[in-house]
Nanobody
Framework: QVQLVESGGGLVQAGGSLRLSCAAS????????MGWYRQAPGKQRELVAHIPSGGSTNYADSVKGRFTISRDNAKNTVYLQMNSLKPEDTAVYYC?????????????????WGQGTQVTVSS
């Protein structure tokens, strides 16, 4: 009943930039925290950036100063601006959101994931 659709991945040279978007749709009552995770081949999925509904953002140490997370609540969308990309940023990037939905029996909160978008940074 909720979909997270990501876009904006692709192939870029080291030092370049990409902007990822993730739009949520469905029977949404409210969206709480949103975030971006990534998973490189042979590695565990890791948190890249996190933005709560209110309050300060958080970043992995490896992306601080290069990546910026933001959200447009009117559009139910979260963004990840990635600058000064490095080959080690190569991974599948996943959007995650804590969403409260309207159900027949009332409201229900759950965690939802996007399908992932590939980011490849060449050296």
């Amino acid at each position: 009943q909720v979909q997270l659709v990501e876009s904006g991945g692709g192939l870029v040279q080291a030092g370049g930039s990409l902007r990822l978007s993730c739009a949520a749709s469905g029977r949404i009552f409210s969206i709480n925290a949103m975030g971006w995770y990534r998973q490189a081949p042979g590695k565990q999925r890791e948190l890249v950036a996190h933005i709560p509904s209110g309050g300060s953002t958080n970043y992995a140490d490896s992306v601080k100063g290069r990546f910026t997370i933001s959200r447009d609540n009117a559009k139910n969308t979260v963004y990840l601006q990635m600058n000064s990309l490095k080959p080690e940023d190569t991974a599948v990037y996943y959007c995650n959101a804590q969403i409260t939905t309207t159900q027949t029996m009332g409201l229900m909160t759950g965690a939802y994931w996007g399908q992932g978008t590939q980011v490849t940074v060449s050296s």
